[in-house]
């Protein structure tokens, strides 16, 4: 049994506690998007505390890039390309890049996920994907709501 | 005198019903407090006189996807946020823009509409196919060629004709739909910037919509330009002022924003909060904004924005000051543009503080002009699926769970008739400790459409005031809107005349 899947069968069966502003785990500090930044691409003093800690984040995981990667983009809402307000995809400035021990298991992008795993700040390259992110989770697990 | 006399009546008038009323002090209710409220709702609406003067200056207010649940919902929303009673509240609109329609917001093609055809009723007159702006039923979507000859000439355009002055705002790309639908003529919406024409547009002369902006020919060109979209601008050698790492999107190497400047040596351009705040109205005769590389942020995440944005409000003050500089007077579109956004998007909350936030700049629109020459206009173009639903108690927060369905779960207040808050083929999620309050929270829907929730084709509200406001009476046709502003401003024969030389 994989780690991530340990975790889903917790969460089946504390379910009714997982809502914002908890974790799973009552120790592991949760980070909301919105407590990233203060201004810009400027880190709050939250974010900045809980660098190389665990913490738990919830949001949606983008649509892969391709299948069996090793990571997947966290974003606040639905990673979506509207018909009638965009003519191409928008990234958002504030999303999470969750890298995790396995291959993933994509979950639609309109479910809410918890992720847990280790904050890590600043400016990355991956080497593999050439994908740069700014915030990451490593040692990624998540679970569906 | 006349006036005095008029007001003198009518103050007659409200004297007579409340003998009437004080006639009527058998009844068990009459000191009901709802009673009273209504009754001085009665004598104020009584007082009211139809203004049929010229418009000098016509305001359209576009609230991109405000539809009545919106309305309901904005308005308990902005009370509760005060920590006043929400569902007695009153947004400026209800309370300053008196007079009321509905509108039928369906298009040439289609039962329910996008944003392109319901601004060209709105700025032309007529009703067109979904995703074109600024053309006639004669067009064929998407198609370049089908453009000559079904070219429909805008509010925008007569009012610079005839020597006003004319501004566009909106929190969207100043490419979008809404906005362009004052100056563009384009049979498909997508064509922002040249990356993204066809090339039958191409071969067939079609010009992009940023460009159709900077090299708009209608009299002396906007003086006011205010919103995003600012990498249809910027050619893709140009880094983003904003994000070091972006670049503008044009292939063609125009930079738009440098031409414009070329063009207004009296002008002012400004792409952050601090360089809006630092033009001076008094000295500035032409003012261009472009505050994000796309869409402007939502209300609810502005204050976070790296550059700094001015808010709906500040927009809206700024460009009066400029454009009430004509002694002429002015056309003037102020677009909420992301309510339509957060809707898309299943996020209630970030819709209704959008809402709010137009209702403030509505408020500083009325206060800066003089409300007896000028027509103000709000409206939506069309409509979205956001539902209100029973039975939640008075004072209930409007985020906030109504009751408990069958299945023993918890269902909000809001909710959507289709869109991302809906689960694919699973039960839907029990909200039980979920605190559905929070501003990303996405309401639950009924039809799973992850990529986007859809527009709703209901009828939506016109709210107006000043000269002809009276005329948004009972259910109408979107594209009476235009009809009414140009009949109020007289603009079509002041084109005339001015070609005689009589105005000026």
Redesign the interface.
Known sequence: MQRRDLLKLLSFGT???M???TSANAAVPVL???EL?????ELSDLTKSLDGKIVQMTGYMAPPLKPEVRFFVLT???M?????????A?WP?DLVVAYCDDPIDVV????LIDVEGKLELGFWKDPETQFVSLIRITGATYVK? | MKRFTKLFLSGASVALMAQAANAQQALPQQTDSYFVSAQQELFSKLAEQPNTGRAKNVILFVLDGFSIPTLTAARIYEGQSRGVDGESNVLSFEKLLPYVALSKTYTHDSQVADSAPTATAMTTGVKSLNGTIGVTQKVTLENCASQKGAEAESIFELAEKAGLSTGIISTARITHATPAAAYAHTAFRDWESDATLSEEAKQNGCKDIAAQLIDWSAGNGFEVVLGGGRSNFLPESAADPEAADKTGARKDGRNLVDEWKAKYNDGAYVWNKTEFDAVDAEKTEHLFGLFERSHMQYEADRAKDKGGEPSLAEMTGKAIDVLSKNKEGFVLMVEAGRIDHAHHAGNAARALADTVAAAQALQVAYDKVNPQETLIVLTADHSHTMTINGYPKRNNPILGIAGTGDDKKPYTTLSYANGPGAKLDEPRPDLTNVDTTDLDFLQPALVPLGESETHGGDDVAIFAAGPWAHLFRGVVEQNLIYHVMAYASQLPSRVKAETTGAVK
Request: net charge positive; proline share 9%.
């Open positions: 379910g009714a506690l809502f914002p502003g909301k998007f919105r930044y203060v201004r810009g691409d606040k809402l639905p979506s390309v509207c018909p009638f307000c965009e003519s191409e928008q400035d639609r992008y309109t479910d709501r």
